[in-house]
């Protein structure tokens, strides 16, 4: 999917250098594992692939992808005091070269854990030019950009389950602009993801949880 | 849509008056806005461009890796020797941004953060001459971009997909847009001019030091605000590259595609594979692990 180029993507985005792949993208994948575990993880393993591990460190890849998992903006000068700020803010995190096999050469795999004692991965690519794409969460294959809200709702693979979060959603008229369903296997856990052109409000989101079939709904912010 | 050729862009120029209106028009269209606020949201990526050359004149801070830093700073307190006036200013302002680029400061992508010094360069220096107002600098970024995205639609702007003339050669050709625009030239003059600096960077291989963008990318905002200014000041004296902007955006395009893997962002040919090349890299922390600075 090509998406229509604004002139603040030619000149632009504004950003902390050096790089738009290696910097300001791997800020922005942070910040959209963040957003994806909705909290600043208490701990996280930063499996850097490719390109990410070869030069990441001369690019500051490093102190960009931890200052993403403490919200600090692509364009925040204080990505280059991430280190320190974590120490600040309770993340531990550590640093290690993998081969995530047949991916984008800037990819890397965030092992986290939150305050709840859950454990998550989130695996993504940055794309240049800033762009990103969340590629794995847990054990789903998913695309999430963190150009618009995205709805995760991990349901039971069942008839009458996507139409009836679907359903729930036009009855408030939030436009669905993008959507995306997989499963474990017939039968068994699912995942639905649906972007929207608005932020879901909470009661919504909590009437879509409501739904039988449906295990549990997080809402992604756009980042 | 950005505009996809020149030609089209030159036609909603004369419909809108200038290069950077007919930008403007487009993208509030895009952006469902209005033109005060694309304008505002503008004025203020030229202002994080101002703030990034101020910063890198006065800042002698090595990088991270130390490849880079306090260049910019010693050409503008040297004694000039060979060129003086806007030329000399606009070289020490590439320099700066690009170092602040490479140390982890706040910068615009223009159209990338390796090719982030050309445009501010180029436009901080203009402001004042012959008149010229900030708000004709913001206007004169619009049209820049206009031209960038056509660059971007017909060809590159990704050193790693078509070579260092994808990215400085771009700049340049934007930032002798902004300067033609800025000076009160013609659209057709800012074609000729955009073809005039990228025609003089064709070709030209991404080759850094160790993959970092630092040596040569630093350097070379200096080279491509030079040719974005002489193909500026030749356009608007009235020469005319014979070939259109949009047969040279296709050539370049080509001639990216053409260059070998080694040649394209990967630190495995040209500069970077030079034995000091390789011994600089060699020497620089790599990967993960490092001590952080």
């Given at each position: 999917?090509?998406?229509?180029?604004?002139?603040?993507?030619?000149?632009?985005?504004?950003?902390?250098?050096?790089?738009?792949?290696?910097?300001?993208?791997?800020?922005?994948?942070?910040?959209?594992?963040?957003?994806?575990?909705?909290?600043?993880?208490?701990?996280?393993?930063?499996?850097?692939?490719?390109?990410?591990?070869?030069?990441?460190?001369?690019?500051?890849?490093?102190?960009?992808?931890?200052?993403?998992?403490?919200?600090?903006?692509?364009?925040?000068?204080?990505?280059?005091?991430?280190?320190?700020?974590?120490?600040?803010?309770?993340?531990?995190?550590?640093?290690?070269?993998?081969?995530?096999?047949?991916?984008?050469?800037?990819?890397?795999?965030?092992?986290?854990?939150?305050?709840?004692?859950?454990?998550?991965?989130?695996?993504?690519?940055?794309?240049?030019?800033?762009?990103?794409?969340?590629?794995?969460?847990?054990?789903?294959?998913?695309?999430?950009?963190?150009?618009?809200?995205?709805?995760?709702?991990?349901?039971?693979?069942?008839?009458?389950?996507?139409?009836?979060?679907?359903?729930?959603?036009?009855?408030?008229?939030?436009?669905?602009?993008?959507?995306?369903?997989?499963?474990?296997?017939?039968?068994?856990r699912a995942l639905m993801l649906i972007a929207t052109d608005q932020p879901v409000a909470e009661e919504i989101a909590a009437s879509?949880?409501?739904?039988?079939?449906?295990?549990?709904?997080?809402?992604?912010?756009?980042? | 849509?950005?505009?996809?050729?020149?030609?089209?862009?030159?036609?909603?120029?004369?419909?809108?008056?200038?290069?950077?209106?007919?930008?403007?028009?487009?993208?509030?269209?895009?952006?469902?806005?209005?033109?005060?606020?694309?304008?505002?949201?503008?004025s203020q990526t030229f202002c994080v461009m101002e703030e990034a050359t101020t910063r890198g004149l006065a800042e002698t801070e090595?990088?991270?890796?130390?490849?880079?830093?306090?260049?910019?700073?010693?050409?503008?307190?040297?004694?000039?020797?060979?060129?003086?006036?806007?030329?000399?200013?606009?070289?020490?302002?590439?320099?700066?941004?690009?170092?602040?680029?490479?140390?982890?400061?706040?910068?615009?992508?223009?159209?990338?953060?390796?090719?982030?010094?050309?445009?501010?360069?180029?436009?901080?220096?203009?402001?004042?001459?012959?008149?010229?107002?900030?708000?004709?600098?913001?206007?004169?970024?619009?049209?820049?971009?206009?031209?960038?995205?056509?660059?971007?639609?017909?060809?590159?702007?990704?050193?790693?997909?078509?070579?260092?003339?994808?990215?400085?050669?771009?700049?340049?050709?934007?930032?002798?847009?902004?300067?033609?625009?800025?000076?009160?030239?013609?659209?057709?003059?800012?074609?000729?001019?955009?073809?005039?600096?990228?025609?003089?960077?064709?070709?030209?291989?991404?080759?850094?030091?160790?993959?970092?963008?630092?040596?040569?990318?630093?350097?070379?905002?200096?080279?491509?605000?030079?040719?974005?200014?002489?193909?500026?000041?030749?356009?608007?004296?009235?020469?005319?590259?014979?070939?259109?902007?949009?047969?040279?955006?296709?050539?370049?395009?080509?001639?990216?595609?053409?260059?070998?893997?080694?040649?394209?962002?990967?630190?495995?040919?040209?500069?970077?594979?030079?034995?000091?090349?390789?011994?600089?890299?060699?020497?620089?922390?790599?990967?993960?692990?490092?001590?952080?600075?």
């Amino acid at each position: 999917m090509t998406r229509q180029r604004s002139l603040f993507e030619i000149v632009g985005p504004v950003m902390i250098g050096p790089s738009s792949s290696h910097t300001a993208g791997a800020a922005r994948l942070g910040g959209l594992a963040r957003a994806i575990i909705g909290q600043t993880p208490c701990s996280a393993r930063i499996l850097l692939h490719g390109s990410f591990a070869t030069t990441g460190q001369g690019h500051g890849t490093d102190l960009a992808i931890v200052a993403g998992l403490l919200g600090i903006a692509p364009d925040d000068p204080q990505i280059r005091d991430a280190f320190a700020l974590a120490g600040a803010a309770g993340l531990t995190f550590s640093f290690d070269e993998a081969d995530l096999g047949e991916v984008h050469p800037n990819t890397a795999q965030l092992e986290m854990t939150d305050a709840q004692g859950r454990e998550w991965i989130v695996r993504g690519s940055s794309l240049g030019g800033g762009d990103v794409i969340v590629t794995l969460v847990n054990d789903f294959p998913v695309q999430i950009t963190g150009e618009l809200p995205v709805l995760l709702v991990v349901h039971h693979d069942q008839p009458g389950v996507v139409a009836a979060v679907t359903a729930r959603l036009a009855a408030d008229v939030i436009n669905i602009a993008g959507m995306q369903v997989s499963r474990e296997r017939r039968g068994a856990r699912a995942l639905m993801l649906i972007a929207t052109d608005q932020p879901v409000a909470e009661e919504i989101a909590a009437s879509v949880a409501a739904i039988n079939g449906v295990t549990s709904v997080r809402q992604v912010p756009a980042v | 849509m950005a505009y996809t050729s020149f030609a089209e862009l030159l036609k909603a120029a004369e419909t809108h008056g200038s290069l950077g209106d007919a930008a403007i028009h487009r993208e509030v269209e895009d952006a469902n806005s209005d033109r005060d606020t694309v304008f505002e949201r503008m004025s203020q990526t030229f202002c994080v461009m101002e703030e990034a050359t101020t910063r890198g004149l006065a800042e002698t801070e090595l990088s991270r890796s130390g490849l880079t830093g306090g260049q910019a700073a010693a050409l503008d307190s040297a004694t000039p020797r060979i060129i003086d006036g806007r030329m000399r200013k606009a070289i020490a302002a590439a320099l700066a941004v690009a170092e602040v680029n490479a140390r982890m400061g706040r910068v615009v992508a223009a159209p990338t953060g390796g090719a982030s010094g050309v445009l501010p360069a180029v436009l901080v220096t203009g402001i004042g001459s012959a008149g010229a107002t900030r708000d004709d600098a913001v206007r004169a970024l619009f049209a820049a971009a206009a031209v960038g995205g056509v660059i971007a639609a017909r060809a590159t702007l990704s050193g790693a997909a078509g070579g260092c003339q994808a990215e400085i050669g771009s700049a340049a050709a934007m930032g002798a847009v902004a300067a033609v625009e800025l000076a009160g030239g013609t659209p057709q003059q800012a074609g000729h001019a955009a073809a005039f600096a990228l025609q003089g960077l064709l070709g030209l291989v991404c080759d850094p030091v160790g993959g970092l963008v630092e040596v040569p990318c630093v350097s070379r905002n200096a080279t491509g605000t030079a040719v974005a200014l002489s193909s500026a000041e030749m356009a608007l004296a009235g020469l005319r590259f014979p070939i259109p902007l949009d047969e040279v955006i296709d050539a370049m395009g080509q001639v990216g595609r053409s260059l070998p893997p080694s040649l394209r962002e990967t630190a495995l040919g040209g500069l970077a594979a030079t034995p000091t090349g390789r011994g600089l890299s060699s020497r620089l922390c790599r990967g993960v692990g490092c001590p952080n600075g």
